[in-house]
């Protein structure tokens, strides 16, 4: 006896489905990589995207959330799985070219570290340049001597500047990045 499914829709293709043609993976679903996840998803960049995280009851929550609201979208598949990798990791494993794994972990410390700069010095923070390198949280490293504000370098002006020697305890910027 064929189900309501069988009978509702009759296979056309037998052969083995086709693979995504643009797949787009987020690892982490926190605040950061769900804004991510959800842009991804409302510019139609991909026509599956997989979210991969540690906590996995968040993590399914986010793709039932987004499934769910699938409906109102273009992206035929949304699929998640529990990965404890860094992106780095994932680049290598992946064995995709390295313009295609994409980490926000500095990208989000060099926004936070611009506006907290910015902030400091009463200015906009497109106004503000300069740069967290290395590893995302306390590995961070500022880069004191690129920061300038319409091309004036700060550390011009302040040669102390994020050092234990600086007056105006600009260290503490990168703290707060850190924090955060």
Request: with cysteine; hydrophobic share 40%; aromatic share 6%.
């Amino acid at each position: 006896m064929a189900s309501v499914l069988q009978k509702l829709i009759t296979p056309l293709f037998t052969g083995t489905p086709e693979p995504p043609r643009n797949k787009v993976t987020v690892v982490g679903v926190g605040q950061v990589g769900m804004a991510c996840a959800v842009s991804i998803l409302l510019r139609e960049l991909a026509d599956e995207l997989a979210l991969v995280d540690v906590v996995e009851d968040k993590l399914k929550g986010e793709m039932m959330d987004l499934q769910h609201g699938s409906l109102f979208l273009k992206t035929p598949k949304i699929v998640a799985d529990k990965v404890d990798v860094l992106t780095y990791v994932t680049w290598k494993l992946s064995g995709l070219p390295k313009h295609r794994v994409i980490g926000s972990g500095t990208n989000l410390d060099s926004a936070r570290f611009r506006f907290l700069m910015a902030d400091k010095l009463g200015i906009h923070s497109s106004s503000f340049n300069g740069w967290i390198l290395g590893e995302h949280g306390d590995t961070s490293v500022p880069v004191w001597s690129g920061t300038n504000v319409a091309g004036v370098n700060l550390q011009t002006l302040n040669p102390n500047i994020g050092t234990d020697f600086d007056e105006e305890n600009w260290k503490e910027t990168h703290k707060m990045v850190v924090d955060r």
